[in-house]
C-alpha cells in the first residue's frame, strides 16, 4: 500500500480484503505469468474499451468539479495523460489479439459505470473521487504487485503490466490519493462515510470485472 494519510488510509483497510482477493485471483496470476488465456484476456479488454471509454468522460466531469484551479488542472492533466496512455495500450493489445471490441457491456460493466456516473451525478467532488478512486489506485497497486513478480520476457501481456506500475502513473496516482484526503479532512462524519462505501463498492467491482473476464460469467467465488 502507499503510504497516504487519513481517509485513504481507512478506506484501504475498509476494502483490504477484497484487494488481496483480487492478488489471488487466476486472472491476475496467470497474467502476471504470460499464461492467461488469450480469450479470457479478449473477453476483459473489450469490456475495458467500453469501461475506459465510460471513465476518460467522467474523469474530465468529476474535474470540473473542482473549483481550485490548481487542483482542476493537476487533476484534468493526470486524467488526459492516464487516457492517452490506456487507449495506445488498447490499441496495441487489440491488434495483437485481433479483438472484436464491438460487444455490449457486461452486466459488470453497466454496474460499475453507473456508480461511479451516480457519484459524479450527485455533484459532490468527494463522492465522486471517492468512487472513481479504485480504478486508478487499484489499478496502480496490482501493476506494481505483478511487476515484482512478473515474467515480463516473452509475455504477451507484457504492455499492460508496464502500463499501470510504472513510474509516471504511480507519481500521478500520489497526487490524486493527496487530493482525496485533502477533501475528506474538510469534509464532515456523513460525508466520508459516504466517500468510503463509494469507494468500497468500486473496489467490489473492480474485482468483479476481472472476474468476468475470467469466467465470462459470476464464478462461485466472486463476491456476494
Known amino acids: ?106 452486466p459488470v460493466t453497466a454496474a460499475y459505470n453507473t456508480h461511479t456516473e451516480e457519484a459524479i451525478r450527485s455533484g459532490s467532488r468527494e463522492l465522486g473521487l471517492a468512487a472513481m478512486l479504485p480504478c486508478m489506485w487499484v489499478y496502480n497497486e496490482v501493476g506494481l504487485h505483478i511487476l515484482r513478480s512478473a515474467k515480463l520476457d516473452g509475455n504477451p501481456y507484457r504492455e499492460w503490466i508496464q502500463e499501470y506500475g510504472n513510474e509516471a502513473f504511480t507519481q500521478g496516482v500520489r497526487e490524486v490519493l493527496k487530493l482525496a484526503d485533502c477533501y475528506a479532512e474538510a469534509a464532515d462524519a456523513q460525508t466520508r462515510k459516504r466517500m468510503t462505501s463509494a469507494y468500497v463498492e468500486a473496489t467490489r467491482f473492480e474485482y468483479l470485472f476481472w472476474d468476468y473476464g475470467y469466467y465470462g460469467t459470476r464464478s462461485r467465488n466472486s463476491l456476494r
Do not use: C
Request: aromatic share 12%; charged share 30%; proline share 3%.
Open 1 to 106: 500500500m502507499s503510504n497516504t494519510t487519513s481517509w485513504t488510509r481507512e478506506a484501504w483497510v475498509a476494502a483490504a480484503d477484497i484487494y488481496d482477493r483480487i492478488l489471488e485471483h487466476p486472472f491476475i496470476k496467470e497474467l502476471a505469468e504470460g499464461t492467461l488465456a488469450t480469450e479470457k484476456f479478449d473477453r476483459y479488454l473489450a469490456q475495458d474499451e467500453i469501461y475506459v471509454g465510460n471513465y476518460g468522460r467522467q474523469m474530465f466531469e468529476l474535474a470540473e468539479l473542482m473549483d481550485d484551479p490548481a487542483q482542476h488542472d493537476m487533476f484534468y492533466e493526470f486524467a488526459k495523460e492516464g487516457i492517452e496512455g490506456e487507449k495506445a495500450m488498447h490499441a496495441l493489445l487489440i491488434d495483437r489479439f485481433g479483438i472484436d471490441t464491438k460487444v455490449q457491456p457486461s
